[in-house]
């Protein structure tokens, strides 16, 4: 069942499936070419930031202007679960899909940066926070009250952080490096954990929602 709300969120939004994949490949690149010294630190970051948030904020939007069909999907097999739980998949998803394409790109380009699974949970776990924050707030409030949300996390992401790590004031990667693989496994299980809450509580907010 899972799957196939999947392929749905990916099929309603699929032009920005496609950018996200361009996305996912094209920001480490381009940080490696235009500033090496934090391509280690910046570019997986942000390439995940703009993969997840921008996917969502236009799924988001795409379901807002078909709004009926939640409702017709109601009407099917699938339960209101399932159709809140799979974005969080999706979520899952295209965080795989930017650390698999970082990992090919490190090894297939010298110098880009090193492979730090204790990084890369680090940007996992921060990412996840904020969606997890995100998801209930628009379950409740819908996407027109919350659709700037994206933008200030992009615009932030845009211009903060490259200001705070060139400053050295945000260097998750040093961060990770200093981290023991008991505080990796803290750091996956806090994910893990805020994510079950977040997929909880947005499910008890959807199952109450006047989809009509």
Same mark, same amino acid.
């Given at each position: 069942?899972?799957?196939?709300?999947?392929?749905?969120?990916?099929?309603?939004?699929?032009?920005?499936?496609?950018?996200?994949?361009?996305?996912?490949?094209?920001?480490?690149?381009?940080?490696?070419?235009?500033?090496?010294?934090?391509?280690?630190?910046?570019?997986?970051?942000?390439?995940? #930031?703009?993969?997840?948030?921008?996917?969502?904020?236009?799924?988001?939007?795409?379901?807002?202007? =078909?709004?009926?069909?939640?409702?017709?999907?109601?009407?099917?097999?699938?339960?209101?679960?399932?159709?809140?739980?799979?974005? =969080?998949?999706?979520?899952?998803?295209?965080?795989?899909?930017?650390?698999?394409?970082?990992?090919?790109?490190?090894?297939?380009?010298?110098?880009?940066?090193?492979?730090?699974?204790?990084?890369?949970?680090?940007?996992?776990?921060?990412?996840?926070?904020?969606?997890? #924050?995100?998801?209930?707030?628009?379950?409740?409030?819908?996407?027109?009250?919350?659709?700037?949300?994206?933008?200030?996390? &992009?615009?932030?992401?845009?211009?903060?952080?490259?200001?705070?790590?060139?400053?050295?004031?945000?260097?998750?990667?040093?961060?990770?490096?200093?981290?023991? =693989?008991?505080?990796?496994?803290?750091? &996956?299980?806090?994910?893990?954990?805020?994510?079950?809450?977040? #997929?909880?509580?947005?499910?008890?907010?959807?199952?109450?929602?006047?989809?009509?």
């Amino acid at each position: 069942m899972l799957i196939h709300l999947i392929k749905k969120d990916i099929l309603i939004a699929k032009k920005y499936a496609m950018l996200v994949m361009v996305i996912g490949i094209v920001i480490p690149l381009f940080i490696f070419w235009r500033a090496q010294t934090y391509s280690g630190s910046l570019g997986f970051i942000l390439a995940v #930031v703009f993969s997840e948030f921008m996917f969502c904020q236009n799924l988001s939007m795409k379901e807002n202007q =078909y709004s009926n069909a939640a409702a017709l999907l109601c009407a099917t097999p699938y339960t209101r679960k399932e159709m809140v739980v799979s974005k =969080y998949i999706l979520f899952v998803l295209i965080f795989l899909y930017c650390s698999i394409v970082y990992t090919i790109e490190i090894f297939l380009i010298p110098g880009m940066g090193k492979l730090d699974v204790k990084y890369m949970l680090t940007v996992f776990l921060v990412a996840s926070v904020v969606y997890s #924050v995100y998801m209930p707030i628009q379950y409740q409030m819908g996407y027109e009250k919350t659709k700037l949300f994206f933008m200030a996390i &992009l615009l932030a992401a845009s211009f903060g952080l490259p200001v705070l790590i060139a400053k050295g004031d945000l260097n998750v990667l040093s961060l990770a490096e200093q981290s023991s =693989y008991v505080v990796v496994s803290i750091i &996956l299980a806090t994910s893990i954990i805020i994510m079950i809450i977040s #997929v909880m509580a947005s499910v008890k907010i959807y199952r109450k929602k006047d989809l009509a």
